[in-house]
């Protein structure tokens, strides 16, 4: 019988580690001038540097150095008074000069931290990430296998090689061994990489768009006996693009891994691919024999020595961080704990504050977005973001506040705007969902329902106020819910004398 | 000479194109003729590109009749060593790798020479990417000695020196990562300038040794270096090594002829043992030149310079293997195997194993072990150690004397084949000037006459500190001018008439 995650984690503690790779959005590439939009024809944005070509030579992007600088001093780290390229040397055909121009042991940005918060059994926990280094290096190209089944290089008939991708400034934030995150590894890999993201965001230093691969996440994750002193092998896994897939990852990697040691196999030290689908790991390349990069300091740049005064202006020009924002917002919009971390790691802080900045009640926003349409989300497993735009929940909560909708119809209208039946007026429209609140066709329905339950009728008439919710039923049943409920208490009442 | 033109410096070709006795084209077509005639035997080109060098000959002499200010060099004709990339032309550095690959850009040296006018012949034959000291390595065959046909031209910019010595071009190109300019001019009878390091840009230059690769110019005469080394100098943005500093008057120095008080220190380690007889004679009487010219001659120690060929062979090696991995089959050059049932992994295998030759290989295998985890402190660490010492060892020097001289090497121009198969013996003949290239300062080989036992040139070196090159050029301007007034002509004057065909 396999094991499942809690019978995994009863037996087991997971060990967490994340590689983050950043394509900065600098207007041209680490090394040379070349543009760096996304989606262009392939091959159009190269020149002889990033294609590799005998004699170029690599030149330093400055913006790059900046923003890996940036994002060190948000992430905490001590900026290096002197730090250098290395090539990594490997042969692939997407890398045109078969090293990569890396930093290894003399990086740019080290020793720092992440705060993230998570919402556990006892309560909102803050776990602190280590950061262990902040690189730069440079992006390769992309290979595209022809006439495979899966896309794989394996049974392919070619390859296209595209290097317009090749020598985009990448910042590989690395960092240490998370420890006691135990069962929470999974939210704690999520709410890191969120965070993460949102400083990037908050830096301006890239998209970080992660189905675009502009950010993407290696989890590096291990178990072990409970009882065990020592660690075990760990596999990387690669392919995770979107944050709901991070957390997968981890969580499928333990019950793998879980059920791998219960047959009594070992694990192991291999990169693997998570299967969005499936939301299980596949195999990749194998680890076990360390792989020899024999990396050496680039012989074709010099030594990066940044001023003291410079990363001083720097620091001082940070933007305020997201944890700060988050917490002006809260106070703001006066939500409790629970339901500000709810909002944070469902990560629709953002949206809703857009939803609120169109005009939205914040409490009305943060209750559509993490209710209704979260849970519309979570059935088709996307992302709420992907159903509706902020300015049409927005109107949506507009048109209740006018009394033009009532929730329950406004849930039609979110309905219909998700499956594609345009924007919630054009829904509005074609559903003929609008609220009856013409006084004379309500009183038609008022009065065919207490013709049909008279005692009822005669108890409101006694003073029994809470017997009118029977009637307001009746109505609302006869109008197909299209009725204002307030509206139709307010001619009850009235017209039975208690108005 | 069979035509006296082309037996002129490029000095003087350049007075005879200004006051208009001669035109560009004219000029170049002496040059083609003499290739035609000469290079079946020499064999220093690998490519002619003679309709590129006539549009841009013709373009001088438009401009020229234009009144347009000219350059000295415009219209002078050049060879330029086959590991600089060439919009259009043909570039091989001498492999069977780049068969074929004709770049879709200028180096920054070819750029700047096109830009003074100079006019750029072919390409010159070349050691296999610059690895070797005969040009024996080359894919192509063996460039010869024009002092005698049946001996090593040096190397690896052994086509460069042989054009100059066989009067195919009064300019060239070479470039030096241990000796590769100062080596063949010395066993040529010509004259070779590898500058500081950073001061010619290497945008364009294949890559052997990033580190130690240094263009630099070749010529019959001092001052031809002089006026070519000025053109292709100068800071460039597209190379980080670069030095952002003006160019220093490289001529004015070459012109000094003067070098009183000059303190001048001869490099014990460098010289003695193991050397020719006749290499050590007329270093000798060189010194004495220097003396009556006015310069106090000093000997100095540089203990480390003994360890330089050992750290050199493990930094060049290393450098190299990483350089040359992007030769691959996949974007440019020779492609092996693909027949459509082999992977990209087995295609690049086969590629490289016919692409690069054995000279090739082994210092590929042997930067790549050297480079390796687990060994990587134990040879490229400490090879970067004596690297250090041995600018410490230069720096001290130049502390007490304005430059150091010595032997360029050992010997003599050897026989094709002799050291073809002793890898060591051949690493052996750039004991002295490969120090040079770890340090990255500046140096200069210049004639200094016949060893008396086999007729064949010496070379004299001459070594200044970093960023002072002009001392070099005021030093081998005036020990130039002193040696031809003893024996009456210039050395390369005294070189045997080929056979013309």
């Known amino acids: 019988m396999a094991l499942n995650y809690d019978q995994a984690l009863e037996k087991y503690e997971p060990t967490l580690g994340l590689e983050v790779h950043v394509e900065l959005n600098t207007a041209s590439k680490m090394f040379c001038g070349c543009a760096t939009d996304f989606g262009a024809l392939p091959n159009t944005q190269t020149c002889p540097v990033c294609l590799g070509l005998p004699g170029s030579l690599p030149v330093v992007n400055a913006k790059a150095i900046e923003s890996s600088i940036r994002i060190g001093l948000a992430l905490n780290c001590s900026i290096a008074p002197f730090s250098r390229f290395a090539r990594k040397n490997y042969f692939y055909p997407d890398m045109p000069k078969n090293f990569q121009t890396s930093q290894y042991d003399e990086p740019i940005c080290i020793n720092g931290y992440l705060d993230v918060t998570i919402d556990t059994d006892e309560g909102l926990k803050v776990y602190r990430v280590d950061i262990e280094r902040v690189h730069m290096e440079e992006d390769t190209g992309k290979s595209l296998h022809v006439g495979g089944a899966t896309g794989r290089i394996h049974g392919a008939e070619h390859s296209l090689l595209d290097y317009n991708r090749a020598g985009i400034p990448l910042v590989e934030i690395v960092t240490r061994i998370i420890p006691g995150t135990d069962k929470y590894a999974p939210e704690v890999a999520r709410a890191y990489v969120a965070e993460l993201r949102d400083i990037l965001r908050s830096l301006g230093v890239s998209d970080v768009k992660m189905e675009q691969g502009s950010l993407r996440c290696d989890a590096n994750v291990s178990i072990a006996p409970r009882d065990s002193q020592t660690l075990g092998t760990r596999s990387e896994t690669k392919n995770v693009n979107s944050l709901r897939s991070v957390e997968r990852a981890v969580r499928g990697e333990i019950i793998r891994q879980a059920n ?120 088709k497993s996307v992302e709420p973001t992907s159903l509706i735009q902020p300015s049409e929940v927005a109107q949506i909560i507009a048109l209740i506040a006018s009394g033009e909708l009532t929730d329950k119809l406004a849930r039609q209208v979110v309905e219909g705007v998700i499956n594609g039946e345009g924007d919630p007026r054009m829904v509005i429209e074609k559903r003929g969902l609008k609220v009856v609140s013409d006084d004379s066709a309500l009183m038609v329905a008022i009065e065919a329902a207490i013709a049909s339950q008279p005692e009822t009728a005669e108890r409101i008439r006694g003073g029994n106020i809470p017997a009118a919710g029977a009637l307001i039923g009746a109505v609302m049943k006869a109008t197909g819910g299209q009725a204002d409920a307030a509206k139709v208490r307010e001619l009850l009442l009235k017209h039975l004398g208690q108005g | ?411 003599t121009a050897f026989k094709i084949g002799e050291k073809s198969n002793d890898p060591v013996a051949m690493y052996l003949n750039d004991v002295c000037t490969i120090p040079v290239n770890l340090a990255g300062i500046g140096s200069m080989s210049l004639p200094c006459g016949l060893a008396p036992e086999d007729g064949l040139p010496v070379g004299f070196q001459i070594m200044s500190p970093a960023m002072k090159d002009e001392l070099m050029y005021q030093v081998g301007g005036t020990l130039e001018a002193a040696l031809q007034s003893s024996w009456g002509k210039p050395l390369y004057a005294s070189a045997p008439e080929l056979a013309v065909k």
């Open chain 2, 1 to 411: 000479m069979s035509t006296p033109i082309i037996s002129q410096t490029a000095a003087q070709m350049s007075a005879e194109l200004v006051a208009g006795s001669v035109t560009a084209v004219e000029l170049t077509n002496a040059h083609l003729d003499r290739i035609a005639a000469v290079d079946g035997d020499v064999h220093a080109f690998l490519h002619i590109d003679r309709e590129g060098a006539l549009a841009q000959a013709n373009a001088v002499d438009a401009s020229r009749k234009a009144g347009e200010k000219l350059h000295p060099l415009a219209g002078v004709p050049l060879a330029l060593k086959d590991v600089l990339a060439q919009k259009g032309v043909p570039t091989t550095c001498g492999s069977k790798m780049l068969e074929g690959w004709r770049p879709p850009y200028d180096a920054t040296v070819v750029t700047n020479l096109k830009k003074a006018g100079v006019v750029i012949l072919g390409k010159t034959n070349m050691d296999e990417f610059a690895m070797g000291s005969s040009t024996e390595n080359s894919a192509y065959g063996p460039t010869r000695n024009p002092w005698d046909l049946s001996r090593i031209p040096g190397g690896s910019g052994g086509g460069s020196s042989a054009a100059l010595a066989s009067f195919e071009a009064p300019l060239a190109i070479g470039t030096d990562t241990g000796g590769s300019i100062r080596q063949p001019a010395a066993v040529t009878g010509t004259v070779g300038v590898k500058p500081t390091y950073g001061a010619v840009s290497r945008y364009g230059l294949v890559a052997f040794s990033s580190s130690l690769d240094q263009a630099g110019p070749c010529a019959r005469t001092v001052l031809d270096t002089a006026m070519l080394h000025e053109v292709i100098a100068g800071y460039d943005p597209k190379d980080s090594t670069s030095i952002n500093a003006p160019v220093g008057k490289m001529v004015e120095a070459a012109k000094k002829l003067d070098i009183k008080g000059m303190k001048i220190g001869v490099v014990k380690e460098l010289g003695g043992e193991g050397y020719q007889s006749g290499v050590t004679i007329r270093f000798n009487e060189a010194l004495e030149a220097l003396v009556s010219a006015g310069a106090e001659i000093v000997e100095v120690s540089a203990p480390s310079f003994e360890y330089a060929l050992a750290a050199y062979y493990l930094i060049a090696p290393s450098e190299a293997s990483s350089n040359l991995a992007r030769f691959d089959s996949m974007r440019y050059g020779i492609r092996v195997g693909d027949d459509g049932s082999r992977s990209a992994e087995a295609v690049m295998n086969m590629t490289r194993e016919v692409g690069f030759g054995k000279e090739v290989k082994r210092r590929i295998i042997l930067g790549t072990y050297a480079l390796s985890s687990g060994y990587y402190d134990a040879y490229y660490g400490s090879a970067q150690k004596i690297r250090t010492l041995i600018k410490r060892d230069y720096d001290a020097a130049f502390v007490k004397v304005d430059v150091l001289v010595s032997p360029t090497c050992p010997t």
């Open chain 1, 260 to 379: 791998r040691l219960e047959a009594g196999e070992r694990i192991i030290q291999e990169t693997r691919h998570f299967q969005e689908e499936s939301g299980e790991t596949r195999s990749g390349r194998s680890k076990e024999q360390a792989e020899d990069y024999r990396y050496f300091p680039e012989p074709d740049l010099l030594p990066i020595v940044a001023d003291p005064a410079w990363i001083e202006e720097l620091r001082l020009a940070l933007p305020e961080k997201p944890s700060v924002h988050r917490k002006k917002i809260q106070e703001a919009w006066g939500v409790p704990d629970k339901e500000m971390a709810a909002m944070v790691n469902a990560e629709l802080l953002t949206t809703v504050e857009e939803t609120v900045a169109l005009g939205a009640e914040p409490t009305k926003a943060r209750s559509w977005w993490l209710g209704e349409i979260s849970r519309l989300a979570n059935e």
